[in-house]
């Protein structure tokens, strides 16, 4: 596992783009749910930012187990965090991070008392970098079936966030 600025600039520079990712929690009954959410903080320093509700599932899972993950995917990229999670009040982020897509969930506005922030805290990363995306893998499995030999797959790399 690799903990240099450059290994935590490239999660950084693979993640800058998605939009969504699927977090993680375990639920009462020990179980990992993935649930879609967008992401409100496009800068990854660690840490990532959510809008949720306060009565939702997510936020009564991680108020008993902190515990959480988060996963982006494209054809190319593949990167997954493990940390933990929690929902924080915090009304000038919120306000800050609102815009029109949020609204469509939450139609009464950054005051309204049931919105709040989830705020994931990074400690670990693993990501798969594939440059060429899905023809370049096609090409490069055709070709370790050929030739018997494992083929490129592109980078991969655990990094400590710590």
């Not at 990712?21 to 020990?30: D, E, F, I, K, Q």
């Not at 840490?47 to 899972?61: K, T």
């Not at 515990?67 to 982006?72: M, Y």
């Not at 969930?105 to 989830?118: A, K």
Request: hydrophobic content about 45%.
């Amino acid at each position: 596992m690799t903990d240099s600025s450059a290994d935590v600039a490239k999660v950084a520079d693979l993640i800058k783009d998605f939009r969504f990712a699927m977090v993680t929690t375990v639920n009462t009954l020990g179980e990992l749910v993935a649930r879609p959410l967008t992401v409100q903080e496009a800068e990854f320093d660690g840490d990532l930012w959510f809008i949720v509700a306060r009565d939702s599932h997510e936020v009564a899972e991680l108020g008993v187990n902190p515990v959480a993950g988060v996963s982006f995917a494209s054809n190319d990229t593949w990167v997954s965090l493990t940390g933990t999670a929690a929902q924080v009040d915090d009304p000038a982020r919120l306000k800050e991070y609102w815009n029109p897509f949020v609204e469509a969930w939450f139609p009464d506005g950054p005051e309204d008392p049931n919105v709040t922030l989830l705020k994931f805290s990074a400690s670990g990363a693993e990501y798969w970098d594939s440059p060429g995306g899905r023809i370049a893998s096609v090409i490069s499995f055709v070709k370790s079936k050929v030739t018997g030999s494992v083929g490129d797959v592109g980078e991969n790399a655990k990094v400590n966030l710590d």
